[in-house]
């Protein structure tokens, strides 16, 4: 089993920026990726970002790109989402992803281990 936590969230201004955090423990060598999906009330779990552990390569959603970065931390076994100029629209609570499976990665069926979620609310 691999166990994630997120911390990080809370209450911003539109235009502030907010650090995530996801701890990861357990069987770490499963981890092929790692991502963060956000999910605003009404609506499904979308893709944000992902790294790819063995590549180290990143991906973003088109509406995030130059806003947002994704990185690992290896000392600390964590992959923190780094988020700028933050919209009101974007928020949502925020999962953190990790594990692989054959689904795309840009999908939730893409990733075999789920955090509780943290929640990012946007002030106007």
């Known amino acids: 089993q691999v166990r994630l936590v997120e911390s990080g969230g809370g209450l911003v201004q539109a235009g502030d920026s907010l650090r995530l955090s996801c701890a990861v423990s357990?069987?770490?060598?499963?981890?092929?990726?790692m991502s963060w999906f956000r999910q605003a009330p009404g609506k499904e779990r979308a893709f944000v970002a992902t790294f790819r552990r063995f590549s180290s390569t990143t991906d973003y959603a088109d509406s995030v790109k130059g806003r947002f970065t994704i990185s690992r931390d290896n000392a600390k076994n964590t992959v923190n989402l780094e988020m700028n100029s933050l919209k009101p629209e974007e928020a949502a609570v925020y999962y953190c992803?990790?594990?692989?499976?054959?689904?795309?990665?840009?999908?939730?069926?893409?990733?075999?281990?789920w955090g509780q979620g943290t929640q990012v609310t946007v002030s106007s």
């Open positions: 357990g069987r770490t060598f499963e981890v092929v990726s």
């Open positions: 992803a990790a594990g692989r499976t054959t689904a795309s990665e840009y999908t939730t069926s893409g990733y075999n281990y």
